[in-house]
């Protein structure tokens, strides 16, 4: 099993940024991707990002591309997604989450019944 854990949440202004952490333990052999995922009041959980725990290849969805940027420290296990330019609709509950899923060689990346476990979620706010 995989335990992850998201910090890093806040209140923040339009423009403004954030640095979520997504901490990653248990047994990790099988997992070959990390993703970030948002969940907004009434509507679907949608994919933002991923990484390749193989090679650390990177995928964004369009909605983030360009100002959101996902990073992994392997010394400590730890999965981050800095948010830059942040928006009004880019508030949601964010989660991390893991795959056995190659990301690298799979189009469907960032579809989130493909991701096997998950953290409890944090909280991003930004105001207009």
């Known amino acids: 099993q995989m335990q992850l854990a998201e910090s890093g949440g806040g209140l923040v202004h339009t423009g403004g940024s954030l640095r979520l952490s997504c901490a990653v333990s248990?047994?990790?052999?099988?997992?070959?991707?990390i993703g970030w995922f948002r969940q907004a009041p009434g509507k679907e959980r949608e994919g933002i990002s991923c990484i390749s725990t193989q090679d650390g290849s990177t995928y964004y969805a369009d909605s983030v591309k360009g100002r959101f940027a996902i990073s992994r420290d392997n010394a400590k296990n730890t999965v981050a997604l800095q948010m830059n330019s942040l928006k009004p609709e880019d508030t949601a509950v964010y989660y991390c989450a893991s795959t056995k899923l190659k990301v690298g060689y799979n189009n469907n990346r960032l579809k989130w019944r493909l991701y096997n476990y998950w953290g409890q979620g944090t909280q991003v706010t930004v105001s207009s």
């Open positions: 248990g047994d990790t052999s099988s997992y070959y991707g």
